[in-house]
DNA sequence: CGCGACTTTGAGCATATTCAATAAATGTGG
DNA sequence: CCACATTTATTGAATATGCTCAAAGTCGCG
């Protein structure tokens, strides 16, 4: 169950570094964040955090875990628009006066700061550190989704799912064990696929030896055979 | 040819209130724009404005015209991520210390203002109104890329290209005559289907009454009747 | 151990692509 | 202004990619 852990204290807060907050100098820190209300929550697996067309009156940051945030269309069909990570800023539709355009759903328990709109609009314009990375994560995100655009829109099944991989252990050695809660029902809704497929070609490639899976960790053990793997069989790229 | 109209004057700009600058008021206009070195280009149809990849030293604004924001593989499958209207600011990754993510092209004839990077920063930190102008920019221009994703992962061609109509006629009357500057490859490009298909199911609509076209223009004749076919054709939704 | 959820695998099918040929529209030069 | 060349759009037939439906297998948890 959603479960308040109390409010937040953002001097203290082990990913400000990584938030909107960053850029900010640590004699500024109560200053800038004095009468900011925020609440700090606990959310398990699948939780909702809030609904596409909902008042957006807050906005949140990721403390711990994974969230997804996903569209759908009125038969059922869902779309997983963008994963946030660690430290991102989500759920802002209300600074453009809008409603929520996605739904946020927990991909991992998860931790969350739950911040007011107003109080967020307020320290932007207090904080020209806050409006920068605030500014930064947007451009970061356009250009996010854009990639994701071409992924959906010029890939296929193969590409599109080896780019994922490739994207999401990126940052990792080869042959490194990489945690990867999502099921394959979610890579599935994420590039655009069904279950099935996705399952097929990661099979395939499992056989050629060109990764490694548990449930819910995969490790690469040669990326470089897998791009190959997928461009050859793409006739082209 | 690319040809420089000289320098922009933004007190008589036309598009002035629809740009990132329509929340100026007009006694501070001198103020906030001084030294602002932009320049205003006409470009012809297909012409290159920048180029994926490029170091993004100048933002721009569209004045007249159309623009389209492509992404392409290493193979020359090419993605239109997006399409820039009227008064709309692109091109602006420089400002999170990025590159051009995308390429941009002229769709129409057209004629834009070249805004130097160092003088948006400026502006932008000295001007609210600015400032909140871009931002809401940014979001709007994020839920448009969500909703896209929406309709690449999620909607199959027909539905896709009804959206897309849809989308393009929305202000208007039915039985209007609208421009659609796009080829039949463009549209396809925009949604991620082929030019053959793009043109069956025009075809299609075009027997059964449901739209006219000519080259370069189209009319949504009966728009309830173009969402129930598509819908009854995807046997959900 | 047994239930339920998730995953894998298979077979047949449908949608959209590819390849190919024709038709229509646009632009160019005489 | 017309004839020709070039690009763009339409249509058809065959193919392939990824989906649907179905069944069996695996994992985790009570």
């Known amino acids: 169950m959603a479960k308040l852990q109390g409010k937040g204290n953002c001097q203290t807060c082990p ?3 990584r938030s909107i907050f960053s850029g900010i100098p640590e004699a500024d820190l109560p200053d800038v964040l004095q009468d900011f209300r925020t609440s700090v929550i606990t959310l398990t697996h699948n939780e909702n955090i809030y609904i596409e067309g909902d008042a957006a009156a ?3 940051t990721l403390r711990k875990g994974l969230v997804k945030l996903t569209k759908s269309l009125a038969d059922g069909r869902t779309q997983i628009v963008r994963i946030i990570g660690h430290g991102e800023l989500f759920g802002f539709d209300g600074l453009a006066g809008e409603d929520y355009n996605q739904t946020a759903l927990a991909l991992t328990d998860i ?3 739950k911040l007011p709109m107003k109080d967020l609009e307020r320290i932007r314009a207090t904080s020209p550190e806050v409006d920068k990375a605030m500014m930064q994560g947007w451009i970061q995100g356009l250009r996010a989704a854009e ?3 071409l992924d959906l829109g ?3 099944a193969p590409e599109r799912l080896a780019s994922f991989l490739l994207k999401w252990c990126k940052d990792n050695q080869p ?5 990867l809660p999502l099921s394959r029902s979610e890579i599935a809704e994420l590039l655009g696929l069904t279950v099935e497929t996705v399952s097929r070609f990661l099979s395939d490639w499992k056989r050629k030896g060109l990764i ?6 995969i490790q690469l053990t040669d990326p470089e055979g897998l791009k190959q793997a997928v461009c050859t069989s793409a006739r082209g790229l």
Request: glycine share 4%.
């Open 154 to 156: 010029a890939k296929k």
């Open 111 to 113: 931790e969350i700061c």
């Open 175 to 179: 042959g490194q064990w990489i945690d």
């Open 15 to 17: 990913i400000r570094y």
């Open 58 to 60: 807050h906005a949140y």
């Open 212 to 217: 490694q899976d548990t449930r819910s960790t």
């Open 147 to 149: 990639n994701m655009l």
